[in-house]
């Protein structure tokens, strides 16, 4: 059982920075895949970054280039650079090991002047 805690979420202006970590009650080295999912009001979840096994990265095309993933031995990292309004999101981690999937359950990220 893997549980985890997302922070670092709050209002920021457009333009912004910053850094959401989610800590994980075990090491994440053993993980397959690391991954930040955000849903906005009325939208459905959608993948932002991810990390596989292997430390290989992949954003989706909104947030490329704005948004980085890292991790360390239990944390999981989001640091988002240049926000913008659309990118008004609760944010929620995810981890895979094998076919078991755990969710963290999420924090509000508002881009807002």
């Known amino acids: 059982q893997v549980q985890l805690v997302e922070s670092g979420g709050g209002l920021v202006q457009p333009g912004g920075s910053l850094r959401l970590s989610c800590a994980a009650s075990g090491s994440l080295f053993s993980m397959d895949v690391l991954a930040w999912f955000r849903q906005a009001p009325g939208k459905q979840r959608e993948l932002v970054a991810r990390?596989?096994?292997?430390?290989t990265t992949d954003y989706s095309d909104s947030v490329k280039g704005r948004f980085t993933v890292s991790r360390d031995k239990n944390t999981v990292y989001l640091q988002m650079n240049s926000l913008k309004p659309e990118d008004t999101a609760v944010y929620s981690c995810y981890v895979r090991v094998g076919v078991i999937t755990y969710w963290g359950k999420g924090t509000l990220v508002t881009v807002s002047s």
């Open positions: 990390i596989l096994s292997g430390s």
